[in-house]
């Protein structure tokens, strides 16, 4: 038998039940891990409460972990039994044992341990692909970049100034200001209330090519005046609740604005993809150019208090469940 956080039902964290499963066996094309640390993602908040839509109930969230292999299934050659591996993006992650479509692994370097490789990929990988895909940071470039002590803003952070960009973090307290700038960060604006004359003032009245937004609602009107005529609106994610309908006339009268709503499954689809990006997150990792801070850990089995501190912006940095 294994054991699982699931959920039977959209709701609270009091919904995250911890219960004994049947251990899965691979079918073709798939490997069994038994995880060592289970990473913990704004992505499972949505899920739980239903503003991603569960494919089945019921669901065992969370979508990034990593273990050992300990059976493969037909037709597996990219990992064998014994291999250290870690995944990103796929559902079924708050699980002591788990099966995952093979070619989702990466082989995890020997010198990143279990919890920074668990608590690195969805965040990390989503990083690389901001940066290098999404919107081609260059050196010199000033870039605004929400949430910036979180997981993703951590990272963000230091991988942008590691490219040579200028980098404005916006956060709540002066606490998350202090640590956004010892990882990176250049400026930091605390709240939203003043960001745009802020940044304003922090560029000359340029303003700034992109905008990391992974706020939402809350923020996303401010988030598209600090922007310059082209500039490249990253609409990432939804902390605050979704952003509602716009009327995208509001680009052109803003200044030619590109407005995106980027997902890492989507740049990571392609196996070829998966890799690259992968290579390039473990080569910051291993240059020290991005140090993963694993800020919070819990017992997999209490993953409802990670989930009301995460709710409640009382994290840091990345957090890791472990099972
Ligand atoms: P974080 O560690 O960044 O935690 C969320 C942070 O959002 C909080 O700490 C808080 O920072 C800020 N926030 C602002 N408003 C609210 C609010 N109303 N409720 C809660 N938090 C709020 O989480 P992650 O690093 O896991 O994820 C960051 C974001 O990136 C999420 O929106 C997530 O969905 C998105 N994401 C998107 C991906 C993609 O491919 N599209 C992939 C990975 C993550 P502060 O107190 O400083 O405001």
Redesign the pocket.
Known sequence: MSKAIRIHANGGPEVMKWEDIPTPDPGPNEALIKQEAVGL???DV?FRTGLYKAPSMPLIIGQEGAGVVTAIGSGVTDVAVGDRVAYAGSLGGYATHRVIPADRLVKLPDAIAFNTGAAMM??GM?AQYLLRRTYHVNPGDPIVVH???????LILCQWAKHLGATVIGV???EE?AELARAHGAHHTVVGYSSLVADVKKITGGAMVPVVYD???K?TFMASLDCLAPLGMMVC?????GPVPPVDIGILAAKGSLFLTR???ATYTAKVADLRKVSADLFDVVASGAVKIQVNQTYPLKDAAAAHIA??A?K?TGSTVLVP
């Open positions: 993602n704004y992505i949505y969805l965040q989503t949430a910036a002590a979180g997981g993703v803003g956060v709540s307290s998350k992974s706020i939402g809350d990432y994610g939804n902390a605050s980027p997902s890492l995460l709710e912006r994290t």
